[in-house]
T-cell receptor
Framework: NAGVMQNPRHLVRRRGQEARLRCSPM?????VYWYRQLPEEGLKFMVY????????ESGMPKERFSAEFPKEGPSILRIQQVVRGDSAAYFC???????????????FGDGTRLSIL | QKEVEQNSGPLSVPEGAIASLNCTYS??????FFWYRQYSGKSPELIMS????GDKEDGRFTAQLNKASQYVSLLIRDSQPSDSATYLC????????????FGAGTRLFVKA
């Protein structure tokens, strides 16, 4: 499967636990984006990363949330001390290297549905 | 604040009709525009990209771009019940680090 791979598809955590969401971009893609979506609502941008760099984290809450995209391995979105309000679908998208001129579209993974008990 | 605006709908059209979805964007630096389809409980799926003023056709889908009016639209001809979904418009600007801004989406319902 050459698409964006996210795991797990479903994740259940109790309040106060940590949640780790993983994303492997499409082959040839070096840009990763994380979004959060509540039911019946739009996509909310969280963070944009390239290998080993956070480019834009303007949508990420300042506390408890962090993201990384190491040189080797998938991108990780980490939520510490989860609360009920963190329950949502978290989507990862990836795109090719962005050169001059036209921008490359983002391709989405199937998402991780996070439920907090 | 860079924004992409869409009518939330729902837009209801009969089977076989043309569905017209509209989108406006605020950042004049936007150069690339995308339409995504999202079925309930699923992830967004890219269906069209458009970069130049005018029309771009792909099967039953036509994207239209007017940069002077900062307006993007998606036409779906011969609408089918399987087209019922939320359609997301997205605009990407070269300024500020190639950030893509998504609209909140328009819900389309095609009645059989």
């Amino acid at each position: 499967n050459a698409g964006v791979m996210q795991n797990p598809r479903h994740l259940v955590r109790r309040r106060g636990q940590e949640a780790r969401l993983r994303c492997s971009p499409m082959k040839g893609h070096s840009h990763v984006y994380w979004y959060r979506q509540l039911p019946e609502e739009g996509l909310k941008f969280m963070v944009y990363l390239q290998k080993e760099n956070i480019i834009d984290e303007s949508g990420m809450p300042k506390e408890r949330f962090s993201a990384e995209f190491p040189k080797e391995g998938p991108s990780i979105l980490r939520i510490q001390q989860v609360v009920r309000g963190d329950s949502a679908a978290y989507f990862c998208a990836s795109s090719r290297d962005l050169g001059t001129g036209s921008n490359q579209p983002q391709h989405f993974g199937d998402g991780t549905r996070l439920s907090i008990l | 604040q860079k924004e992409v605006e869409q009518n939330s709908g729902p837009l209801s059209v009969p089977e076989g009709a043309i569905a017209s979805l509209n989108c406006t964007y605020s950042d004049r630096g936007s150069q690339s525009f995308f339409w995504y389809r999202q079925y309930s409980g699923k992830s967004p799926e890219l269906i069209m990209s458009i970069y130049s003023n005018g029309d771009k056709e792909d099967g039953r889908f036509t994207a239209q771009l007017n940069k002077a009016s900062q307006y993007v639209s998606l036409l779906i001809r011969d609408s089918q019940p399987s087209d019922s979904a939320t359609y997301l418009c997205a605009a990407c600007s070269n300024t500020g680090g190639f950030k893509t801004i998504f609209g909140a989406g328009t819900r389309l319902f095609v009645k059989a």
